[in-house]
């Protein structure tokens, strides 16, 4: 009984924000306040750039952003404790409780330091490449089929999804910091190591077999406006989409990807 008494008081809570978030939105007056949930990598690049953008039109803006595992991510938006969230779909697609806007279709990579021992060679093969450990965070299902098929075989369950990840992070920014200081390897998309691509710092692993893509961009709840606010965030968000569409076409003819 007390457990229901609960769940119906956070129920009351969640209408009566929605209630205040509707009336905002008909006077057109912005909350001034943004919590964003996103996964490691857009929140690495894509939804701090937007941010700042946000940031330099509306100052007086407050922004929270929630860096978290992606499979985080829904329960935020369900909870109202986020507004929107910039991440993987993978378990929100065909679900009619949220709406999504694709914002990254990128392929992944396999990169690591330019002084790794793998470094500089033409085509990597699997069994060159198993002998390293992958650091990244919990894979989506499309994703850990891939790295069963590269790995030979199926990993353990464990906390990083049904292929287990040798270094688990929840940020792109820690993967990056660990790559560069011992023989482990990642895999990305292009733009979110642009960086240290350019500087010679990290560097491209090829291998034979063609790798899955990111498919990560907006969630939010289905039938729910969003506030003024969040509204100029998703402008931001589609402007810089253009923008790294742009420049992941230009690293790839760089690298010879294209």
Known sequence: MGELFIQGGHRVLREARDLQQAVADMLGLARGSLVISTGPYPGHALVPDAVAALSRSAPDVYCRIREAD??????????????????DFSLVAGDERFATELLIDDPFHFVCRSGHPLAGRGHVTLEEFNRYPLVG???????????ELAAGEAGGPGPAGPFRVKIDVVTFAAAKRIMLGSDSI????????????LA???TLLRV?????????GLI???????????????????????????????????????
Do not use: Y
């Not at 077999?209 to 990560?216: A, D, E, F, G, H």
């Not at 729910?224 to 589609?238: D, G, I, K, M, N």
């Open 70 to 87: 992606w499979t985080e991510v829904p329960a935020h938006l369900l909870e109202r404790s986020s507004e929107v969230a910039v991440a």
């Open 137 to 147: 965070n919990r894979v989506p299902e499309r994703v850990g089929r891939f790295l």
């Open 186 to 197: 990642s895999m990305t998309p292009l733009p979110q190591v642009a960086d240290e691509l």
């Open 200 to 202: 010679g710092s990290l």
């Open 208 to 216: 034979d077999i063609p790798t899955p893509r990111m498919q990560s």
């Open 220 to 258: 939010h709840l289905a039938g729910r406006s969003l506030s003024p606010t969040a509204c100029r965030f998703v402008a931001e968000l589609r402007r810089i989409k253009v923008e790294m569409e742009r420049r992941a076409a230009g690293l790839a003819a760089r690298f010879g990807l294209a």
